[in-house]
């Protein structure tokens, strides 16, 4: 890699992860190795389900797929090698792979923000316009919106990842973290880290503010519209297409919320460390279920694909 000048002195990071203690590495291994099944299995079929029932070919299951395949790499990023570093009881990560780890985790999280904004929107589309559903989330605009978080996201984890090769690591290479985080490696570092807490700091308030923006505007229409419906009946069944949407939205907000404006001052490191696992590994977990156990139409295809009559419909004529 040509970006990583000559002066790093240092060739690995020691990942300290979660504890210290034998027992308790032990539970956090079956804990976080049963979050990552779950997590990885139940997207899985979500992602399976909607592309093999034609019926939820629509922009809102499509987004509901992409963000499930978001959720899968986001896990992905940090828990294989956590529960890697437990079982093979080294701690150390190299230079690269650290740099690797931090730039796909920075990835998904951004990406998984954008998708919330852009289902949000197609909510409000559905609601507040719906007789110009169709003309408007046109399969092109669909696409395009799908294709944006991932453009997006990777320029903001480029832009932090190059500005990280930028810093000089010095001999502490000890990271109290479970996986490269770049507000972690940042306090590391023995350069100025000025310019690149700055960048992360803007980066991270518009990377949050603007889609959560687009989902406070589409919410407010969207509860506009449904107070006008007069019959209960109506009122219930507009609300009911979106609450999963609000549940994950709230999950994710709410996370934000609680991890970075209530932080316990005393340990501001475990408080990023908790607000890692919830970002990393929670909400990558429950999407699947606050979407399929609340969703008819989900239940309807998981249940299809559980009866496997999908298969014999995917199979070629004449066998
Ligand atoms: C993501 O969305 C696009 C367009 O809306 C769709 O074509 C694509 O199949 C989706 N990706 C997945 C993994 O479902």
């Given at each position: 890699m040509k970006f990583i000048p000559n002066q790093t002195t240092i060739s690995e990071?020691?990942?300290?992860?979660?504890?210290?203690?034998?027992?308790q590495q032990k539970l956090l291994f079956a804990?976080?190795?049963?979050?990552?099944?779950?997590?990885?299995?139940?997207?899985?079929?979500?992602?399976l389900a909607i592309s093999l029932?034609?019926?939820?070919?629509?922009?809102?299951?499509?987004?509901?797929?992409?963000?499930?395949?978001?959720?899968?790499?986001s896990i992905s990023t940090s828990v294989p090698k956590m529960l890697l570093n437990i079982q093979t009881k080294s701690q150390?990560?190299?230079?690269k792979n650290c740099i690797t780890q931090m730039y796909f985790s920075i990835v998904f999280v951004v990406i998984d923000n954008f998708l919330l904004g852009v289902m949000a929107y197609d909510r409000f589309v559905a609601i507040c316009h719906?007789?110009?559903?169709?003309?408007?989330?046109h399969p092109r605009l669909c696409i395009l919106l799908t294709v944006i978080p991932w453009v997006l996201s990777n320029i903001v984890a480029l832009t932090h990842t190059l500005l990280l090769t930028l810093l000089l690591f010095c001999d502490n290479n000890i990271l109290p973290h479970f996986f490269c985080d770049l507000a972690a490696l940042l306090r590391l570092s023995c350069s100025d880290t000025m310019i690149n807490e700055l960048v992360m700091f803007v980066v991270g308030l518009s990377v949050i503010t603007f889609p959560f923006a687009l989902i406070l505007f589409s919410y407010i229409c969207i509860i506009r519209d449904v107070l006008r419906i007069s019959s209960t009946e109506g009122k219930w069944k507009a609300f009911s297409t979106c609450s999963s949407?609000?549940?994950v939205v709230l999950l994710f907000y709410g996370t934000i919320v609680g991890v970075y404006f209530f932080p316990s001052s005393a340990h501001p490191e475990d408080t990023e460390k908790i607000g890692a696992v919830l970002f990393t590994v929670v909400t990558p977990m429950m999407n699947p279920f606050i979407y399929s156990l609340r969703n008819k139409d989900m239940k309807g295809a998981l249940r299809k694909?559980?009866?496997r009559k999908i298969f014999l419909q995917l199979m070629p004529p004449g066998i």
């Open positions: 990071f020691i990942l300290l992860g979660l504890s210290s203690q034998t027992e804990l976080f190795l049963s979050m990552y099944l779950v997590t990885v299995v139940g997207n899985g079929l979500i992602i029932d034609s019926n939820l070919h629509t922009p809102m299951y499509l987004f509901l797929a992409n963000l499930s395949f978001a959720d899968m790499f150390s990560i190299s230079y719906p007789l110009n559903y169709t003309s408007i989330m949407h609000l549940t694909l559980r009866d």
